[in-house]
């Protein structure tokens, strides 16, 4: 009967499956699972994590640093700066080549500079890192004089960023608007192919000879290969390392991932990201949070290292401030302030007025519930926004937990309709802080907590331009103790780079934003 | 037949025109601002957002806005996306045929299947096998992908190891597991239309006659009583093929598969307008085709059908 037959060929096609091998992967080629793909390879127009994955393979920077920041030769072999930090020289190295074969010499920095200071993307990177570029020039010894508008302390750690990279100038020519999808660099890796939504591979760059001193690998990556996958899903990801399709993936769902970490099937490879941690800034101009025993009896009803155990299983860290500790600059006073204390929370809430008269859970005052607006994004927020909800509901607030996407929170926050929103930002230096806590940026930037401080906007904006380390670092602790005092954040845990590899996966290291270098990793058998 | 198409035609052409016209409004009226997507909610400050949102020439009306999308788009250029700055056909053509893989896989599973399914439980109708498979089905239809698509890598790429959880798109195996769990709900679906088709089929005066005349029951039922039971799925099969369509959404994200549904999530959350209108776009102009192509198809297996 054709339902037996049917029947029949079902089971032949299952076992001719079964037959086929599963994938292996042979041991000098690395495939890693990220959650996002990048848009543009082209080092000019970079902005996205996923493109800073590919962007420090494919291509050197001038300096390099390290896990701590310290300065190290990169493309150039030395520099001088003049005393206001407005002018640096940049002596190369002689004898990089990039993939196309043309030599890497000031001329192609200058090249680079100048485009991405001509296209002034508001969406790069390298544009805000360049602010205040006045022209570059290649001096009779081969050396380039590049010059600013105002002092750039921290221009040559900025150069070090994967999003300084510098392309070939022929290649960026002969690509033109397809250079971003088709990258020269001179880096590690060369660019093999980019198959949309699916996959980019790179291979071993064998002429590579101008690793960083700190490496322990200085020649040519161990790697043949290096495939990047994007999957978005991570459950998928996670499957896809249990059935050996990738050697490494990117936040792997902590809660499906641990008891696998315990049994041995992977291993976890993690690194605190210095920036701001993932916190909730908090509306001063709107009530019931425009009052200040309000805000900090909020902080102070939130367990942080309770929820990094229930919402990530303890595959982040708990943080207190808004710099987390591996960021230069970081307070650890600003950061001893609160702790959880749910009776501390709950005097703060009395002797605002807010008490609960009706017996519903609720406090209120004047007829009014302690109701606040919590917009969230799931994609970044699904894992602890209930939890986080839940702590304040028991602290007495009415929380109104409504979700949206990433535009249109900001719509929502712009118009000042929020009491609290999500924010947070992976950065080496601590000058992210003045993008969202200095009144400058209420209108029409991401100040969420619209909370003016002349003392607050001026410590944030001397940082930027002061030169000494020690007056700097003294800056911010200042603002994030004026911040902190002032409960405008809620601090929840640290952007840990969390990364589950195959046990195989040897000589991981991270740089000094948390991305790992990949010409030290190698696979055993 | 002739005028036939060119009234199809010429109605589809109105039925676009609506939908460009929706798409357009629809991706405008939702809240949230393509600067802000493109940015990152960090990198907004006020001086960028205006900077690139006249880059983008979102400070033109609306009226204007629509008169560009639609002059560039009858000399056949969709724009180009605000997030990725390349051409939207370009970004559409690389998706497509994995789509179309993975919807034709999809149907054919689903036809195969169905067909088996529903004339078996039509044939036993009643009995505990029509009982077995109907509850089946229900299973079936009533199952969300997300989850079957979990089941299934659970069972066959982390359990038996036997096919991918999420192979690249150069590996043919890739599509085994997405197309089976866009095809078992869509068997669900053809299942219960073959059954309730052939059921009424077989009961007509015409197939007792046959009977009576003697006939082997296999002859009756490929002979005479399938190809009427055929009519009527025939435009479901173009019906449902818009449903797969739209089930590739949750399908290809899930496996990590390249594909429409996948671009389409990406467009959405980055308000990447040019790439949202494309896409409906694209997607209007297939469905309108294989329905069509349906319509044309029922009227050639069944004379009582005049395309007039």
């Known amino acids: 009967m054709l339902v037996n037959r049917l029947l029949s060929l079902a089971l032949a096609l299952l076992v001719l499956l079964a037959l086929v091998p599963a994938a292996s992967a042979q041991n000098d080629q690395l495939t890693i699972g990220l959650s996002t793909e990048p848009v543009s390879l082209d080092s000019a127009k970079g902005l996205y994590i996923a493109e800073q994955w590919l962007l420090m393979n494919l291509y050197d920077t001038l300096t390099r640093t390290d896990q701590t920041n310290a300065l190290y030769q990169g493309l150039a072999e030395s520099w001088t700066t003049n005393d206001e930090r407005t002018e640096f020289t940049f002596v190369m190295r002689p004898d990089a080549v990039f993939h196309d074969g043309s030599p890497v010499n000031a001329e192609a920095v200058q090249a680079f500079f100048d485009r991405v200071a001509a296209a002034a993307d508001p969406a790069a990177t390298a544009t805000s890192i360049l602010a205040g570029y006045l022209g570059s020039t290649v001096n009779d010894d081969g050396s380039l004089t590049v010059s600013f508008d105002a002092p750039k302390p921290t221009f040559l750690s900025d150069v070090s960023r994967a999003w300084m990279g510098i392309p070939s100038p022929t290649a960026v020519e002969i690509q033109g608007d397809a250079f971003g999808q088709n990258p020269v660099g001179s880096g590690p890796f060369r660019f093999v192919e980019w198959v949309p939504q699916d996959h980019i591979t790179l291979e071993r760059n064998p002429d590579y000879a101008w690793g960083p001193e700190f490496a322990t690998n200085p020649g040519a990556p161990l790697l043949a290969q290096v495939t990047f996958r994007f999957l978005p899903e991570a459950a998928t990801r996670l499957t896809a390392l249990q059935a050996g399709e990738v050697q490494a993936v990117e936040d792997p769902p902590g809660l499906a991932t641990r008891p696998l970490l315990d049994a041995g099937a992977f291993t976890l490879a993690t690194f605190p990201a210095p920036g701001m941690p993932s916190h909730m800034m908090i509306n001063t101009a709107k009530a019931p949070t425009d009052d200040v025993r309000v805000r900090q009896a909020m902080i102070y009803a939130v367990n942080q290292e309770e929820l990094v155990q229930v919402a990530f299983a303890g595959l982040a860290s708990a943080t207190h401030s808004v710099l987390s500790p591996s960021t230069f600059g970081f307070s650890q006073a600003a950061a001893d302030l609160y702790r959880f204390d749910p009776e501390r929370a709950a005097a703060l809430l009395d002797e605002a007025g807010w008490v609960d008269s009706d017996g519903d859970g609720i406090r209120d005052r004047d007829g009014v519930n302690l109701s606040i607006a919590y917009p969230a994004i799931p994609a970044y927020e699904e894992a602890f926004m209930e939890l986080l909800a839940a702590y304040l509901t028991q602290a007495g607030f009415e929380v109104n937990l409504t979700t949206m996407d990433d535009a249109g929170i900001f719509a929502f926050a712009s118009e000042g309709n929020h009491n609290i929103v999500n924010m947070g930002w992976t950065s080496r230096d601590p000058s992210v802080l003045s993008y969202v806590y200095n009144s400058a940026n209420i209108d029409g930037g991401s100040a969420f907590t619209r909370f003016v401080d002349a003392n607050l906007d001026a410590a944030l904006n001397d940082a930027v331009v002061a030169v000494d380390d020690a007056e700097r670092a003294a800056l911010y602790e200042t603002a994030q103790m004026i911040i902190m005092e002032n409960a405008l954040a809620i601090p929840l845990y640290n952007y840990d780079r969390v990364m589950a590899l195959d046990p195989r996966v040897q000589g991981w290291t991270y740089d000094a934003e948390g991305y790992p270098l990949l010409y030290e990793v190698s696979l055993a058998d | ?308």
Request: glycine share 6%.
């Open chain 2, 1 to 308: 037949m002739l005028a036939y198409l060119r009234r199809r035609v010429a109605l589809s052409f109105l039925v676009l025109v609506g939908v460009t016209l929706i798409t357009f409004m629809i991706v405008r009226l939702v809240p949230g601002d393509p600067v802000v997507a493109v940015l990152g909610r960090q990198a907004v400050s006020a001086e960028n957002a205006a900077a690139l949102r006249e880059q983008l020439g979102l400070n033109d009306s609306l009226p204007e806005q629509y008169t560009s999308f639609v002059g560039n788009l009858l000399r056949g250029d969709l724009g180009r996306s605000i997030r990725t700055e390349r051409p939207v056909w370009d970004m559409i053509s690389e998706q497509l045929p994995s789509t179309i893989a993975l919807t034709v896989s999809a149907m054919a599973i689903a036809l195969v299947a169905g067909f088996a399914i529903g004339t078996l439980a039509a044939l036993r109708r009643d009995s505990w096998v029509d009982r077995l498979l109907m509850f089946s089905i229900m299973a079936g239809v009533s199952m969300p992908s997300f989850w079957l698509g979990m089941l299934l890598i659970m069972l066959l790429s982390v359990g038996l190891n036997w096919v991918p959880a999420a192979a690249p798109a150069s590996d043919p195996r890739s599509l085994i597991l997405p197309a089976l769990t866009l095809g078992i709900a869509e068997t669900a679906v053809l299942a219960r239309i073959i059954r309730a088709s052939l059921l009424e089929v077989l009961s007509q005066p015409y197939l007792t006659v046959a009977h009576a005349k003697g006939l082997r029951g296999r002859y009756i039922l490929f002979r005479h009583a399938m190809p009427n039971a055929l009519i009527p799925i025939i435009s479901i099969v173009g019906l449902q093929f818009g449903l797969l369509l739209s089930g590739s959404v949750v399908v290809e994200s899930l496996f990590a598969r390249p594909g429409l549904g996948r671009l389409t999530v990406t467009a959405v959350n980055n308000r990447d307008f040019p790439v949202i209108q494309g896409i409906v776009l694209v997607v209007a102009v297939i469905y309108l085709t294989v329905n069509t192509l349906t319509d044309i198809a029922s009227a050639l297996v069944n004379p009582r059908v005049r395309l007039s």
